[in-house]
């Protein structure tokens, strides 16, 4: 196995990640929503810091950084974009940029929308993407800063990962995300059955992140504006894909 990857559940609804690699002794933590969490699952592991991963510079993503890096030092990287208003940066990176960890080549996506600056990071040698609050599971991030058009060529971008990528992302949203898109596409046999799945798990206190790249391009609406059955439910027919994604998204805001 490439790297193991953990998933760490912090403040209310939030997911941090720790990828470890045993080759090299390599822990990268992406996003520090609180220290304590990621604190103990590394004494847990007996594994050691060596990189933080900043997806974007709200303060559930970002606040738990100077706790964390007083114990554990570590390689801090984030977006060049968005040096004004992330925590010091070792390494500013920007769309196009690769870095190694791991021994493992990870490239930077600019995943702008939600944030103008967010960045998303695709490990192709471990199958693995972390997205944070651009696509999320069933959803994707509220465009706060960015242009409806903005989100969607970032969501179009991770879309076209290859399938079997494992989708990291930011919250765990999924089930409130599953009622929206049970309203936009109702008739999809494979929403309807994960929305079941997340239901469940739900119920029994399980985290539904990570997903696979190949579930979401299935039942995630925001992925799906081509769709015949969406377009002939919001009476989009003749729409381009980034309309019919604008008004998905408009839906949601309201939802
Ligand atoms: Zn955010
Ligand atoms: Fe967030």
Redesign the pocket.
């Known amino acids: 196995m490439p790297l193991e990857i953990l998933t760490i559940p912090c403040l209310d609804d ?1 997911y941090a990640f720790i990828a470890h690699d045993a080759g090299s002794g390599e822990t990268m933590v992406v996003d520090v929503p609180e220290a304590g969490p990621i604190r103990t699952a590394l004494a847990g592991k007996g594994w050691t810091l060596s990189h933080v991963l900043l997806t974007h510079h ?1 303060a ?2 970002i606040q738990g950084l100077p706790g964390l890096l007083a114990d554990c030092p570590a390689t801090v990287i984030g977006a060049a974009a968005d040096t004004h208003r992330l925590p010091p940066l070792d390494l500013a990176v920007s769309e196009g940029d690769t870095f190694t960890f791991g021994g493992q080549t990870c490239h930077v996506l600019d995943v702008s929308g939600h944030t103008v600056g967010h960045i998303a990071v695709h490990i192709p040698g471990a199958d693995a993407v972390f997205t944070a ?1 651009s696509l999320m599971a069933l959803g994707c991030g509220r465009v706060f800063e960015g242009t409806f058009q903005q989100m969607w060529s970032s969501l179009a971008k991770l879309a076209a990962l290859p399938p079997e990528t494992v989708v990291y992302s ?2 765990e949203y999924t089930l409130a995300n599953a009622k929206f898109a049970l309203s936009i596409d109702p008739e999809n046999p494979a929403l309807i059955s994960r929305s079941e799945t997340v239901e469940t798990a739900r119920k029994n206190g399980q985290a539904t992140v990570p997903s696979t790249l190949a579930e979401e391009l299935a039942t995630n609406p925001f992925l799906r504006p081509s769709d015949p059955a969406i377009r002939a439910g919001l009476n989009m027919r003749d729409a381009t894909d980034a309309e019919v994604f604008a008004e998905i998204r408009a839906c949601k805001d309201r939802f």
């Open positions: 939030n709200h559930d993503h609050d930011g919250h």
